[in-house]
């Protein structure tokens, strides 16, 4: 397995609707190992192919509070949305931002799994809006497409760049944010 570069904004494979996997081969099964070193890595919930400079219909999730441990699914499409939420998210892709956007409460994907078995996931929560971000990058779409502005795009403040508290707890040069986004 090796760590792979994530493609960062505005590299144009991003933007490209990837292609459906014909064959399922050692070079599939590498591509699938390596996305999922580099996801953990980076370290994030969701990773797309195309993040990784590959145009193809592959997605690995692994949501540790909703999704059932490692997903990795091959040509997958959604096939029911129900319901609306906001969430914050963030992106491998878009480093050091977040943003709030709707996403559904429900969604049902179906898809292969890395062995080439047709799954169907009926999920929830975070694992929901994962494989919605997931298959947006897929087809070319990303987050911040969803907000009305990008200004409404927010930096993330990390812990290790927050202000000192002062002796009363409260944070001097004033408040900070705490980071909450997710990064697919």
Do not use: W
């Amino acid at each position: 397995m090796a760590l792979l570069p994530i493609v960062q904004v505005p590299d144009p494979v991003l933007r490209q609707k990837t292609k459906k996997v014909k064959k399922i081969d050692s070079s599939i099964q590498k591509l699938i190992d390596d996305m999922v070193e580099t996801m953990y890595d980076a370290p994030g919930v969701g990773l797309a192919a195309n993040q990784v400079g590959v145009a193809l219909r592959i997605c690995v999730i692994d949501c540790p509070e909703s999704s059932p441990g490692l997903v990795v699914l091959i040509n997958p499409e959604i096939v029911r949305r129900s319901g609306n939420r906001v969430c914050e998210e963030g992106c491998l892709s878009l480093p050091g931002y977040k943003g709030e956007v709707e996403r559904s409460e429900k969604v049902v994907v179906k898809g292969l799994n890395r062995d080439g078995r047709p799954v169907r996931y009926h999920a929830t929560e975070l694992f929901a809006e994962c494989i919605e971000h997931e298959l947006d990058h897929l087809s070319g779409s990303l987050y911040f497409d969803l907000l009305d502005s990008m200004d409404k795009l927010v930096p993330i403040t990390r812990p290790e760049e927050a202000p000192r508290a002062s002796e009363d707890g409260v944070p001097a040069g004033g408040e900070t944010e705490e980071v909450a986004a997710k990064e697919s």
